[in-house]
């Protein structure tokens, strides 16, 4: 399903009407595709928020209206203020929703990995997003993985990933998406600390030896002188 969002046009282009429209609320954009020369618009920035508050976000397929004519598009770049982070322009990306497209889409872990857990260990999401590759009205929300039944030496690469039917994932086969972390026990952290003091006190006894060889060493020498 897609969701509409009124731009409008004929925005001036300069810096200073880009930070007017900008305290009013208002975000310069520009459209852009394949067939079509680049449009400059503004949006509304609480109907930009309205229009990406739904589950699939920055994929969400727009309905863009602009001057009565829609434009199918999506979210190509969002460029943000340094230091506030609020959006600052954007460019929308005009799409045929018949052909193949290619977008980020985020990873989330479903499940309790208790082989894992038992054993100290730490699931670790190495790939926050995956690259994926299909049409429009196909791209997945998010992509769910399962951990539930990963042990110590389990790791889910891209290709062990389960994919809707039409959606490939444009990244290294072999690339770690899942593994798993062994973490330090109180017990190890004990037996380390313990080493440490250990070590230091020999290596102080040591330094006491050599001090006290030193001293007797000086004594004798000035025996001998007298």
């Known amino acids: 399903m897609s969701e509409t969002l009124l731009a409008d046009t004929g925005r001036a282009t300069g810096s200073a009407d880009a930070r007017r429209m900008r305290r009013d609320d208002v975000i310069p954009a520009v459209v852009y595709g394949q067939g079509m020369e680049p449009i400059s618009v503004s949006v509304a920035r609480r109907d930009l ?31 943000r203020h340094p230091v506030r982070h609020t959006v600052q322009h954007i460019d929308f990306l005009q799409i045929n929703l018949d052909e193949e497209i290619t977008v980020n889409v985020p990873v989330r872990l479903e499940g309790e990995a208790k082989a894992v857990l ?32 990963m042990t110590m030496d389990t790791t889910i ?28 026990t109180p017990v190890l ?34 025996d001998d002188g007298e």
Do not use: C, F, H, W
């Open 49 to 79: 928020r309205i229009a990406l508050s739904g589950p699939a976000g920055m994929n969400t397929v727009l309905d863009l209206s602009v001057d009565g004519t829609v434009y199918p598009a999506i979210v190509k770049e969002l460029q």
């Open 118 to 149: 038992a054993e100290n260990g730490l699931v670790d999401l190495t790939m926050n997003e995956i690259v994926l590759t299909t049409t429009p009205r196909t791209i997945p929300d998010e992509i769910v993985i399962d951990i539930t039944d």
């Open 157 to 184: 690469t891209v290709a062990e990933v389960p994919l809707p039917s039409g959606v490939v994932a444009n990244a290294d086969p072999e690339a770690v998406v899942v593994t798993v972390l062994t973490m330090r």
């Open 189 to 222: 952290d004990e037996e380390e600390a313990a080493a440490e003091a250990e070590a230091e006190a020999e290596a102080a006894e040591g330094e006491a030896a050599d001090g006290e060889g030193a001293e007797a060493a000086g004594a004798t020498g000035d």
